[in-house]
């Protein structure tokens, strides 16, 4: 481990660390929306940091991409889950109206009761 000359003596990771501040602003920014949930387990606390970053890493891709509409990281994650949601609700709905339509040929061919 080699130290820096100076007053202070500090070793050369600390001061490497120093410059890499990028580490703390995705901490930072991965922490103000999470999913994170509690977990005892540690491959779920790994995939939740994963989406954490990815939601990030997205979120920047986008906005350098699309330098005429940028979003808040905010309105960014709501409207990817929206489109993410999407295709799932509209298999959804399509099952519902098919199984109402089941429901009502099986109500008419009921017949009246006899026993009176």
């Known amino acids: 481990m080699q130290v820096t000359d100076g007053e202070k ?5 600390v001061v490497f660390y120093k ?3 990028g580490v703390d602003v995705v901490d930072k920014m991965s922490r103000l929306y999470t999913v994170r949930a509690a977990s ?3 491959p779920v606390h790994s995939f ?4 954490d970053l990815a939601g990030v890493n997205a979120c920047v891709v986008y ?6 509409c940028q979003l ?4 960014f994650l709501l409207k990817l889950g929206e489109e993410l949601v999407e295709n799932y609700l509209a298999i959804k709905l399509s099952n519902a109206r098919a199984d109402a ?3 009502q040929t099986l109500v008419k061919k009921r017949s009246a ?3 009176r």
């Open 63 to 68: 906005n350098a991409l699309n330098t005429d």
């Open 113 to 115: 009761c006899v026993v």
């Open 40 to 42: 005892r387990r540690w």
């Open 19 to 21: 410059s890499k501040y």
């Open 72 to 75: 808040s990281r905010h309105q």
């Open 101 to 103: 339509q089941n429901f």
């Open 9 to 13: 003596k500090k070793p050369d990771t």
């Open 48 to 51: 939740y940091n994963l989406l």
